[in-house]
């Protein structure tokens, strides 16, 4: 750790009042060392990996840290604060505060170095030293291993060390007496048993893999060893993981899962009592989880049901059903972005190399010429169109993988593709996953013999539940729509020409409230309907213009929101505001579902907003359009361009507005900060840059 922290890099007397005064303090200091490129950048990576989960740890550490682009090499500063700094912890102020930070490429080799510290706060000597050093060169070269703690200590209290050395040599013969006279009471060393120790496998991990993989991983070993239980730890952290010794599995007598981020190949783990927790619990707790699983092995209890989800495995069973079910959604989100990204763009590269009247292209595989600029724009939107159809299933199958793992993928992405069939859209998607995820929830806690478990997860929750999600999204959920639809589409019929300003604002409320589901497809449907004649009236045109224009405005503004405002999204929502500049100019609403799924109390009003102004100025524009579909590509089509593009852009700085204050009014979550948590939050690996992805 030669290199990664130095005295200029400590602060024995840290003056700071809040965490991030704290992190500011201490990343001043790499900025001058020339660790850090961007103090205001870097200091937002911080808060976002703060918003996903408070980094105070039990004992006054607290150890806020981070994986970012604006640091050069991994670096390290410490802080000592005399009157303690409030990072969430259960038991008060942090006195010790480590700010890490590592790039966002770190090699291997540096990581296990900064894990090699997170282990050394779990020893009690290390961080005595840390609290008694008294300089900064003692302090850094205490955090580098290049002095030990008992030479600190020693150090600080000299005086202290020679007059008890005093007092023990004095009293040595009396205490050789009494231990003589007492030798019946001296404890006896215990005869070796032949009984083995209970053993456990432990797997720990958390977002940023560099701080509380590895301190949950001491703190389980060091409890395991004052129990006198076996435990031996896998950390998943970002250096990568060895895998544990199939045969040091199969040993064991339990397993405890610490983490904030999904256990990789956890199928290796299964059918053994299990204990699954958030990493924090790892740490701060773990003689009580080495507790509970000795006490589910003595039950007989096994790997099954809700205890063994991904939701759960993401945090502590204490989280709200409004945690969870975000987090449920975000699953499926961050599993359907690449569809959207990749079939929106190939759509949108179909429209601009064969126009707008490509969607009408018969199938490749009939007609296709090599030499036509038509045929490979129709080929590219026709390849772009196969995968937006996996968009709903796969969205419903990942939320109901997120409820109740592998067992939920197949009726999730069944009731998904029910959804597209029955014209549900993305809403229904959700409500299948949903669906789906409880269903299969409520048949792993019925209790089954044991000759059938082996045929559960392959046979009967897959046919049981499909059956079920089926029945409810086709007769339950089907028909409500489809009447919902005929009911809305007679009733825009009815307004044309009453108010056109009205219908214009109305139409555009439509189109951005589902965002691709039944309530867009009927104002979709409405317009398009009126212009599928030789000869379609200037009011219908008015309508087709007012539609598409309204439809753009969601993902335009959730791109121009995450430009202007990066802050308040997380790092996986900042790449797909880039997609959608592209997805929105296209027409392709459905860019802005990530966001709405995500988020959807602020996201889906602001949108809905901005779309109902964009509506009513392109009819008060009196804005005609022949096409049904093009976006920008189609403007040469439009009667008004110019105050057409005016129209989009009033709506499009109207949501904008709306979701920037809306998202910076929220309420952080309990223990981070009261404005940077809010401008740097997410959930997620996520990570990652992942929203869907310590």
Not at 260 to 272: L, N, Q, T
Not at 528 to 543: F, L
């Amino acid at each position: 750790m030669s290199e990664m922290i130095t005295a200029d890099l400590v602060d024995l007397d840290l003056s700071a009042e809040s965490k991030e005064a704290a992190a500011r303090a201490l990343a001043e200091r790499m900025v001058a060392k020339g660790r850090v490129t961007d103090l205001d950048g870097f200091l937002a990576d911080v808060a976002a990996r703060e918003a996903q989960m408070p980094t105070g740890l039990d004992g006054g550490i607290g150890i806020p840290h981070c994986r970012s682009e604006h640091v050069t090499e991994p670096t390290l500063a410490f802080g000592r604060s005399a009157a303690g700094i409030d990072f969430g912890a259960a038991d008060g102020p942090a006195d010790l505060i480590f700010l890490i930070a590592a790039p966002a490429g770190a090699d291997d080799a540096h990581l296990t170095i900064l894990s090699s510290l997170a282990r050394q706060l779990m020893n009690a000597e290390f961080t005595d030293a840390l609290r008694g050093v008294s300089d900064a060169e003692t302090a850094a070269a205490l955090v580098r291993g290049d002095v030990t703690p008992a030479d600190v200590l020693e150090g600080t209290a000299a005086e202290g060390a020679a007059a008890a050395e005093t007092a023990d040599t004095a009293a040595a013969p009396a205490a050789a007496s009494a231990g003589a006279a007492a030798g019946s009471t001296t404890p006896e060393t215990p005869e070796p048993s032949d009984e083995r120790p209970f053993r456990i496998v432990a797997v720990t991990s958390c977002p940023t893999g560099i701080a509380h993989t590895y301190m949950a991983a001491e703190s389980l070993e060091n409890a395991g060893r004052e129990a006198g239980v076996e435990v031996t730890v896998e950390t998943q952290g970002s250096a990568g993981f060895t895998r544990l010794d199939p045969a040091v599995i199969a040993a064991a007598d339990g397993v405890v899962f610490a983490h904030d981020v999904p256990v990789r190949e956890k199928d290796r783990f299964a059918g053994k009592p299990t204990v699954d927790v958030g990493v924090k619990a790892g740490i701060n707790r773990p003689a009580e989880l080495i507790s509970e699983v000795r006490a589910k092995a003595e039950r007989g209890e096994k790997t099954a049901g809700a205890a063994t989800t991904p939701v759960d495995r993401a945090g502590d069973s204490t989280e709200g059903y409004g945690t969870k079910l975000r987090k449920w959604l975000m699953s499926g989100v961050s599993y359907m972005v690449p569809f959207v990204a990749a079939g929106g763009l190939l759509i949108a590269l179909g429209f601009a190399i064969g126009g707008w009247t490509v969607n009408k292209a018969p199938s490749v595989m009939d007609h296709f010429v090599w030499t036509q600029s038509d045929s490979w724009g129709a080929l590219l939107f026709q390849i772009g169109g196969m995968a937006f159809n996996f968009l709903v299933p796969v969205l419903a199958g990942y939320i109901a993988y997120g409820m109740a793992d592998r067992p939920g993928l197949v009726p999730g992405f069944v009731g998904g593709a029910i959804s597209l069939s029955i014209n549900a859209g993305f809403l229904g998607g959700l409500a299948a996953g949903l669906i789906a995820g409880g269903v299969v929830l409520a048949i792993q806690r019925v209790k089954i013999p044991a000759a059938m478990r082996g045929i559960m997860p392959v046979v009967v929750i897959p046919l049981i539940s499909s059956a079920v999600v089926g029945f409810l999204m086709f007769v339950v959920i089907g028909k409500p729509i489809a009447a919902a639809q005929k009911g809305m589409t007679d009733w825009l019929s009815g307004l044309t020409g009453t108010n056109a300003v009205l219908l214009g604002a109305l139409l555009g409320l439509m189109m951005c409230f589902d965002l691709g589901g039944p309530v867009n497809k009927v104002a979709y449907t409405f317009a398009t309907a009126g212009i599928a004649v030789a000869s379609p009236s200037d009011s219908a045109m008015k309508i087709m213009a007012a539609v598409m224009a309204a439809g753009m405005v969601p993902p335009l503004a959730m791109a121009l929101a995450t430009t202007v405002r990066g802050k308040l999204f997380t790092p996986a929502e900042r790449e797909n505001g880039k997609a959608a500049w592209v997805l929105g100019a296209s027409f392709i609403s459905e860019g802005a579902i990530p966001f709405a799924a995500a988020d959807p109390l602020r996201v889906i009003p602001s949108a809905m907003a901005g779309g109902a102004v964009t509506g009513a100025l392109s009819m008060m524009f009196d804005a005609t359009l022949r096409a049904p579909h093009g976006g920008i590509f189609v403007v040469p089509l439009i009667g008004n361009p110019f105050l057409y593009l005016v129209a989009i852009a009033a709506g499009v700085c109207v949501s904008t507005a709306l979701v920037v204050v809306l998202k910076g009014m929220r309420k952080p979550a309990q223990g981070t900060p009261a404005t940077g948590a809010a401008e740097s939050a997410v959930a997620g690996e996520q990570g990652s840059k992942q929203p869907v992805a310590a």
